[in-house]
């Protein structure tokens, strides 16, 4: 999965549950897109626990994780379950626009980019 359809898929999950739950294989993914959201500093990434289930010939072992919002300002600043409803939704909203923000791309070491640089040079 790309990481542009990750982050839509996101967005999506944070919009309407303000969580977003994965399992361990994508953690790098996840790890990416909440960096190039800008996201990495505000959201928390905790692990939920491990599935270790063996039945017969089908073995499904597996961490599942989850990131989710920090809410700890709306709890400070609300005098009651309104305000912190109307803040919560916010963060909500904002962490879902952010995310689809995410393009997907990788960003390009130095050595591409002076490379890219110098041949736009030449052609003029």
């Known amino acids: 999965m790309s990481r542009e359809a990750l982050a839509k898929r996101m967005a999506r ?14 953690l790098p993914d996840v790890k990416e897109v909440l960096e190039e959201a800008k996201l990495h500093e505000t959201l928390r990434v905790v692990k939920l626990g491990d599935v270790d289930l063996r039945i017969k010939n089908l073995e499904f072992v597996t961490s599942y994780y989850m990131v989710t919002l920090d809410l700890e300002s709306c709890l400070n600043s609300c005098k009651d379950d309104e305000c ?25 070491d130095l050595s591409s980019l002076l490379k890219r640089l110098r041949e736009g040079s030449r052609g003029q």
């Open 13 to 26: 999950a944070f919009k309407a549950l303000g969580f977003f739950i994965f399992e361990a294989d994508e």
């Open 84 to 108: 912190l409803k109307a803040c919560a939704e916010e963060k909500k909203e904002a962490v879902a626009r952010a995310l689809l923000e995410v393009k997907g791309q990788k960003p390009q």
